[in-house]
């Protein structure tokens, strides 16, 4: 069956504290692996997204995810957060139609 | 903002009414897809519509429908609403049928009572 796992359901970081929030799936063929983010009462963002080439991938706002395909994961970092990056974080994966599965979120909250 | 704008944003219906959910894409998409978003959950896909035709359910029951119109707005119509209908009812718009990046709406709040 197709799902997304993600590891965390609610961290918890002072500022400026490094961050990592897991994420493993199943899918079979072709995987587009994506992070979003759902800041409060705003839309799904799209953080960065995985096609194909360079597993580590680069997204806005410092944010960066490994493809790590013999482990099935996806894993979201970012060196040193700010309070502004409270919200909730979506791993999700599709193959080529656009359907996404999401995973469960992680709500990260971050004190000042 | 995405582009992608949804109406009405937040609805209150009682039990065993019907609701229709709005959605105008993000100009030249003509893919649109609606997912559910429960009370701490992650979005789930409920169908897709690409050029006006069903492409592609999630595990929904029949009472959720849609449409898409030939200007690629789209429609969400729930019947027989139930209290675990209530959600968040995300949009997303896409290029081409086999596109691979979603813009979403912020979705419109639907609360069963």
């Known amino acids: 069956a197709q799902s997304v796992s993600q590891h965390n359901h609610h961290v918890i970081l002072s500022e400026a504290a490094s961050l990592e929030l897991g994420c493993n799936y199943s899918y079979g063929g072709t995987v587009n692996l994506f992070w979003y983010v759902q800041y409060p009462g705003q839309h799904l963002q799209l953080l960065l997204k995985?096609?194909?080439?360079?597993?580590l991938v680069k997204g806005i706002k410092g944010f960066e995810a490994e493809f790590i395909k013999s482990k099935f994961s996806f894993n979201l970092r970012k060196p040193s957060v700010q309070w502004s990056d409270t919200a909730e974080y979506f791993c999700a994966v599709s193959g080529n139609t656009g359907k996404l599965i999401f995973g469960q979120g992680t709500t990260l909250q971050v004190k000042p | 903002e995405t582009g992608v704008t949804q109406s009405p944003t937040h609805l209150i219906k009682t039990r065993g009414q019907q609701v229709t959910l709005r959605c105008s894409s993000q100009s030249g998409h003509n893919t649109v897809s609606w997912y559910q978003q429960a009370l701490g959950q992650g979005p789930q896909f409920i169908f897709q519509y690409y050029r006006e035709e069903e492409n592609g359910r999630g595990n929904f029951p029949p009472r959720f429908s849609g449409l898409q119109f030939p200007n690629y707005s789209s429609e969400l119509n729930v019947n027989a609403l139930e209290l675990d209908d209530s959600a968040l009812y995300l949009c997303?718009?896409?290029?081409?049928?086999?596109?691979?990046?979603?813009?979403f709406g912020q979705g419109t709040r639907l609360t069963v009572v």
């Open positions: 995985y096609f194909s080439g360079d597993p």
């Open positions: 997303a718009s896409g290029r081409d049928r086999e596109y691979t990046e979603a813009f």
